[in-house]
């Protein structure tokens, strides 16, 4: 007899983007498919020194089996980190997490039950939209633009549905690239008070701007609104700015939700590597962070003008875009302009035959797919790269 598979699979299906990638091992090909930072940015030495440092301070605890909420150096270092942002969090207010995935995974683990509607932003990251239906969520689409989400139409949602939670990613958001205007923060806030709904807030991007910092994240912001605490969870990541390898994210919550997502932690990983926690100490307790952000968000910001023009130069009026102040992303739309394709998918296959990749936008929406849409990360291609790859998905348009 087959395998007798949980039912709960039935609600998700392979992740379109890791499908897309099975594609690329063309030789040549330009990749602007992968969400991930560049590796040739990593501060290795920096972290090699953070590497020795931990092994030389206290090999015990870098090495053995450690707390659940997390390595107790790394909590101390984290709620300092969350401070020079603007939020007040006390380490025992945290958990370090295997990655912001893994956060979001307790997040729904604790909070959702079958049936249970959850709102997201339409367009959103695509892991989410799969770890939330694994648990059985039924996912509401709230619309974005360029400002983020809209705060008129997510008070309806709130009012329609009255979710278990709203999942949010405010700053430079996966896919759409958008900054939550600091007006919609505070509407968020007081949404989320009057009508004691939980607010998700994703902020694996919030350091990765241009120019102009960034309003305060929704977290930090709950001071300025009474009450607002209780209904705030927060999902951090050193993925972006630091290191994916080393896994560690983290989850500032409630302590009610801090104490259910810990005890499912348990069940899953006992804990995060202490090794990697230990690094990531030691890391930040050097005082290397300010240095590498500053050389990221510069390489970053050249890049995304590099591609912002490349994409007028070659596409023209075959497509529409706001160009990102921070993140990894370009969120774009075909508008089929002077007769162009206007489906991302079929682009999509005739740009790997081209030499060049991307995502289509269709999977990043939970309900009513945009088929025009599509996703650019400039993060991982130097300028040079990205002139070549929109030329050859320019190529691509007109084939």
């Known amino acids: 007899m087959p395998l007798q598979f949980a039912t709960r699979l039935n609600n998700v299906e392979t992740s379109a983007i890791r499908e897309l990638f099975k594609l690329l091992g063309k030789p040549g090909i330009i990749s602007f498919a992968g969400g991930f930072p560049d590796a040739a940015m990593f501060d290795v030495a920096g972290i090699k020194q953070a590497v020795d440092k931990a092994l030389t301070d206290e090999p015990g605890g870098a090495l053995q089996y450690g707390a659940t909420e997390g390595y107790e150096p790394l909590r101390e270092q984290l709620s300092a980190f969350m401070a020079t942002k603007g939020a007040a969090v006390n380490q025992d207010g945290l958990i370090v997490t295997t990655g912001s995935q893994q956060a979001l995974d307790l997040i729904g683990k604790t909070m959702i039950s079958p049936g249970d509607k959850v709102i997201v932003e339409g367009p959103t990251f695509l892991a989410t939209i799969q770890c939330f239906r694994l648990y059985g969520a039924e996912l509401i689409c709230a619309p974005v633009d360029e400002h983020g989400v809209k705060t008129d139409e997510l008070e309806k949602l709130i009012a329609q549905h009255k979710p278990k939670f709203v999942y949010l990613i405010p700053t430079f958001g996966n896919p759409s690239g958008a900054m939550l205007s600091l007006e919609r923060r505070k509407r968020v806030l007081e949404l989320a008070v009057n009508t004691q709904t939980l607010i998700v807030e994703d902020d694996p991007y919030g350091d990765l701007y241009f120019g102009e910092q960034p309003p305060p994240s929704i977290l930090a912001l709950c001071a300025q609104q009474p009450g607002a605490r209780e209904w705030v969870a927060h999902c951090g990541s050193m993925s972006k700015v630091l290191s994916p390898g080393l896994r560690v994210g983290w ?39 300010p240095a590498t952000l500053a050389n990221v968000r510069k390489v970053y910001a050249e890049r995304a003008a590099a591609m912002g023009a490349a994409l007028r130069r070659e596409l023209g009026d075959a497509i529409e875009f706001n160009q990102p102040q921070g993140g990894l992303f370009f969120w774009a739309r075909l508008t089929g302009a002077g007769g162009a394709i206007k489906d991302a998918s079929e682009l999509a296959k005739r740009a790997i035959e081209q030499g060049v990749a991307f995502v289509p936008g269709a999977p990043f929406f939970a309900t009513d797919p945009d088929v025009s849409t599509l996703r650019l990360s400039f993060a991982t291609a130097d300028v040079a790269k990205i002139n070549e790859g929109v030329a050859k998905l320019g190529q691509a348009l007109k084939s």
Do not use: N, V, W
């Open 251 to 289: 989850l500032i919550a409630q302590p009610e939700l801090l104490a259910k997502a810990t005890m499912c932690k348990q069940f899953s990983d006992a804990h995060t590597s202490t090794f990697a926690q230990a690094t990531a100490a030691q890391y930040l307790k050097a005082g290397r962070m």
